[in-house]
């Protein structure tokens, strides 16, 4: 079963506008959440990650927002710009070893900005 | 510095014949994933391997899926006896620690395509 459910499945923003990606989780395991950016014929890159002990994490225009009791996570693209054009993947796995070394993707979200 | 390189890009094979996919990790990475992803179904874990231990194989969805690294290095996934349902992109990803620690490098994948 999907571990990790993301939405929308597809986003057209306007240039300058913000883009939105959420995510869901079950796992209360899960405390590593990362996303990644994925360029047609390219593998995905990491973009940010957030561990569960905060609530936002800003690194340039990305920002995720995390709400534990809520067990959601979104993907923030302030300004966004036609280069970010491209499919979002979020994730999430468990640290501990223990429960396996998998990392949970979502099923992803293609963002197109227009010009 | 080289990324994580797979090859061959593009396979193109008969159903029932196997194939033989290889990762190149980046040097000194000791951890190796491979993933699979089909179109709108996200990434899907397969296996992890630890230098040349795979401690976790429980993503490899059947018996005709096997996986090994040589050396701390290269690694093969095998698909034998493939089946159309088996036609997807294949990633290897490497990392220099655990999940949470340092991000993973995914390469370009190995297109597959099972007629």
């Known amino acids: 079963q999907q571990q990790v459910k993301q939405s929308p499945q597809s986003l057209i923003v306007q240039k300058g506008g913000i883009s939105i990606i959420n995510c869901a989780y079950e796992?209360?395991?899960?405390?590593?959440f990362p996303w990644y950016q994925q360029f047609p014929g390219k593998g995905p890159a990491l973009l940010i990650a957030?561990?569960?002990?905060?609530s936002e994490k800003k690194e340039g225009r990305f920002t995720i927002s995390f709400n534990k009791s809520a067990k959601q996570f979104s993907l923030h693209i302030m300004d966004s710009q036609p280069g970010d054009s491209a499919t979002y993947f979020c994730?999430?796995?468990?640290?501990?070893?223990?429960?396996?070394?998998?990392?949970?993707f979502g099923k992803g979200t293609s963002l197109l900005v227009t010009p | 510095g080289a990324g994580v390189s797979q090859s061959p890009s593009n396979k193109v094979t008969e159903k029932g014949k196997d194939v033989e996919l290889r990762c190149d990790p980046i040097?000194?990475?000791?951890?190796l994933y491979w993933y699979r992803q089909s179109l709108g179904q996200g990434l899907e874990f397969l296996i992890y391997?630890?230098?040349?231990?795979?401690?976790?194989k429980s993503g490899l969805p059947s018996d005709r899926f096997s996986a090994e690294r040589t050396g701390g290095s290269v690694s093969t996934l095998t698909i034998q006896r493939t089946q159309q349902e088996d036609s997807a992109v294949y990633l290897c990803?490497?990392?220099?620690?655990?999940?949470?620690?340092?991000?993973?490098?995914f390469g370009n994948g190995t297109r597959l395509t099972v007629t």
């Open positions: 957030i561990r569960p002990d905060v």
């Open positions: 994730a999430a796995s468990t640290t501990n070893s223990n429960s396996g070394y998998a990392l949970n």
């Open positions: 796992n209360t395991a899960f405390d590593y």
């Open positions: 391997f630890q230098g040349n231990s795979a401690p976790d």
């Open positions: 990803a490497s990392s220099y620690g655990g999940l949470g620690v340092s991000p993973l490098h």
């Open positions: 040097s000194g990475h000791t951890a």
